[in-house]
């Protein structure tokens, strides 16, 4: 074979590879934004979205998986573990049903107590089955995401993942709570643009809460 054959040889091979390595990280970026956007429960991670079953009173059920509680919370509040339904940090908070909360006043409703002009944060606490987070004799927060969009805050999340706190106890032995929870415009650690609502707006935030199977 003579030097040039073999140089276009070399040439078409290193062609190949570079051909192989981007539909590689084509696949990878393909894979990685259906995950954060909107995860496929046929893609390879087995992703599947969460029952939004809407708890009454603190309480979804035994053996039941569903939203517990909501809550808008001052930038000082740092506890996200089984929060406390007294918790001074608390300006709004109220089971799924969108019902008033017993505590009562100031949070007795998700409507009308949020200060504008105020950076808060956003809670979201969930209560998971063992079918769907247990594993290996412990319950696993890596087995479990959710992902939050808001429209009408002065800083949107768009497709964010939030933040998760330690399990506690849910309802029964069967089950067990994460508290979801969103602390800027681009999660982590309350280090990007704060979430603050303007006076006289509203906002709205939809999460969407997967596991794997």
């Known amino acids: 074979m003579s030097t040039k054959q073999k ?4 040439n078409t091979v290193l062609g190949l590879l570079l051909l192989t390595a981007m539909i590689a990280a084509s696949v990878s970026t393909t894979i990685m934004v259906n995950i954060r956007d909107n995860p496929n429960p046929d893609d390879v991670l087995h992703l599947f979205k969460a029952p939004m079953v809407m708890a009454t009173n603190d309480t979804v059920g035994a053996g039941t998986a569903g939203i517990v509680d909501i809550y ?3 930038d000082a509040h740092s506890d996200w573990t089984a929060i406390n339904d ?13 019902e008033d ?3 009562g006043t100031p949070h007795e409703e998700l409507t009308g107590e949020t200060p504008y002009d105020t950076d808060v944060h956003i809670a979201v606490v969930y209560q998971f089955t063992n079918d769907m987070a247990y ?5 696993q927060d890596s087995r479990v995401y959710a992902y939050i969009n808001t429209t009408g805050l002065k800083n949107d999340a768009s497709s964010v993942l939030m933040s998760e ?4 106890s849910g309802d029964d032995a069967d089950t067990q709570r994460i508290t979801f929870y969103l602390l800027d415009d681009d999660g982590g650690a309350d280090d990007g643009n704060a979430l603050q609502v303007a006076i006289g707006q509203t906002f709205t935030c939809n999460v969407t809460i997967w596991y794997y199977a």
């Open 101 to 103: 909360d017993e505590v």
């Open 135 to 139: 594993n290996d004799s412990a319950w």
């Open 7 to 10: 140089l276009k040889m070399k």
């Open 86 to 98: 007294d918790d001074s940090n608390i300006y709004e908070e109220t089971d799924a049903n969108f």
């Open 72 to 74: 808008i919370l001052d």
């Open 165 to 168: 706190s330690d399990w506690y």
